[in-house]
């Protein structure tokens, strides 16, 4: 699967040629020389970097220089950030002079800069317009075929912005595949073909697995689709990884909504074909560290089917039993999500993990807690894991928002007739599922609900409306950040 307009190539240069188009990050009010503006040019650009008004733009006919200066007075993360929406702000204009090439270069700035720059702009450029026939006002050439990157980045990370932005321009295009064209089976064979690009593993169990397994949350919800449901694993395992146990990562992959019977009403069911954007990051994730030979064995679990009301469809009232024999009460077929996610984390148990980590679209209420701005986080797992997703999070500027995660809040899916209900009243919604989750997990959990940060309405800047691919870049780097710190950690 692959976006219709290629994404921009990039490569590292030791000279800027004269004729080069360039970005320079500076974090001074002054130009360097190798620039070689003219004086009439270098007499504009420190005028306008005095007045602080943003970037200046030269356009000497031969090529267009770019001046971006760093903002003043910021933390460093928000520093960071502020540099990724400035190449956003600047897509348009660097689309519309048509060039090439680009070169991204920094002066007096901060090491990540060059990298910063060009994540922003990569992922402000995505589209997806795969089923577009009449394309309207856009040249062949609509943004640089190749950045080059000049200066203070060394060959490692150039790789890692490489696969990095690679996982996400991937994820985005399964998140805004309808499901017409990408049910659960073809999902499962999407990421196998991944695995094969990068060199993961991947298993698909068929729904005759399925059924032997007794995946009885899985069943329940596929229940009502003329599609079977699919199981796919995903494995990591370098030669010398760092950890003994594997972390295991769980993604949605619910890849069409309607609630089911408890049907979605108004505009509610617009978009759902991103309901498995969870899966989308979680195989964006394992392709990140797998290009990248990061030294941590991680497997992936990708429960997915669609949730639909046909056929024999599962009822409100229903009791289940899942893959660890636990009954649940349905009390309603739209919160199905959590259904199939807790036989994924059940089934983790096989690897004795070090810890799981699910990843989902899963409630309304977490958007509606926490907006588009932080990924909604709950968990019961040692605060060094947590600490470091935080700053990673932080790093990648996809913030967590930490709820409690008390044991009353697990009083409040008691069910009368089974061990438990799917779901509670409607007060701490997003709380209620996290501890549904937690209920099948019998290692540390870390629940991550992204309903508010995945699919957005409008582009929050560098993050795509419809298809953000929310939590893998944080993920991706919370898993390099510990393989690099692992016996510091521990």
Not at 22 to 30: I, L, N, P, Q, S
Not at 72 to 91: M, Q
Not at 96 to 120: C, P, Q
Request: glycine fraction near 8%.
């Amino acid at each position: 699967m692959s976006n219709p307009y290629m994404k921009p190539e990039i490569s590292k240069i030791s000279h800027i040629s004269a004729d080069h188009s360039v970005v320079c990050v500076t974090g001074d009010e002054k130009l360097p020389v190798w620039l070689k503006l003219n004086k009439e040019e270098s007499e504009y650009a420190m005028r306008r970097l005095k007045e602080k008004k943003g970037y200046v733009f030269i356009n000497s006919f031969k090529r267009c220089i770019y001046i971006v200066r760093l903002k003043e007075g910021i933390s460093h993360h928000k520093l960071r950030e502020e540099l990724r929406r400035e190449a956003y702000n600047l897509r348009k204009l660097i689309k519309e002079n048509n060039h090439s090439e680009i070169v991204v270069t920094s002066y007096l700035a901060y090491r990540d800069a060059i990298a910063d720059f060009t994540e922003g702009l990569l992922l402000g450029i995505y589209s997806f317009e795969k089923y577009k026939t009449i394309k309207e006002d856009v040249p062949c050439n609509n943004y640089p075929a190749r950045i080059l990157l000049h200066g203070e980045i060394d060959d490692s990370e150039v790789n890692w912005l490489r696969n990095l932005t690679d996982a996400v321009y991937f994820a985005r295009d399964l998140i805004s595949e309808p499901v017409n064209h990408l049910n659960a089976t073809m999902l499962a064979e999407e990421i196998k073909k991944l695995g094969d690009i990068a060199g993961f593993r991947v298993e698909v169990l068929t729904k005759g697995k399925i059924e032997a397994l007794k995946m009885g949350g899985l069943l329940a919800v596929n229940k009502g689709s003329i599609d079977p449901p699919v199981f796919s694993i995903l494995e990591w395992k370098p030669e010398k990884h760092v950890n003994k146990k594997p972390v295991v990562l769980v993604g949605k992959g619910i890849v069409y909504d309607t609630g089911g019977l408890n049907i979605k009403t108004g505009d509610y069911m617009a978009g759902m074909n991103g309901d498995m954007a969870g899966a989308a990051a979680v195989a964006g994730v394992m392709y990140t560290i797998s290009k990248g030979s990061i030294p941590i064995h991680v497997i992936g679990l990708v429960p997915s089917t669609d949730n639909r009301p046909g056929g024999n469809a599962y009822t409100q009232g229903d009791i289940i039993t899942m893959y660890n024999n636990m009954t649940v009460e349905i009390g309603n077929t739209d919160a199905e999500g959590r259904l199939i996610l807790a036989d994924a984390i059940s089934y983790a148990s096989k690897y004795t993990p070090e810890i799981i980590i699910d990843i989902a679209t899963l409630t309304g209420s977490a958007a509606m807690t926490f907006g588009n701005q932080a990924i909604a986080l709950m968990t019961n797992a040692d605060r060094k894991y947590i600490n470091l997703l935080i700053e990673c999070g932080n790093d990648v500027y996809e913030r967590l928002g930490e709820l409690p995660f008390w044991d009353e809040y697990g009083e409040l899916i008691k069910s009368e007739v089974a061990d438990m209900n799917n779901v509670g009243g409607r007060e701490a919604g997003a709380i209620i599922a996290g501890k549904f989750l937690e209920k099948f997990a019998e290692y540390p959990l870390i629940h991550l609900d992204i309903a508010g940060t995945s699919m957005l309405k409008k582009d929050d800047f560098y993050r795509t409306k419809n298809s953000s691919a929310s939590g893998l870049r944080l993920l991706a780097t919370f898993l390099r950040k510990l393989a690099e710190n692992y016996n510091h950690l521990k």
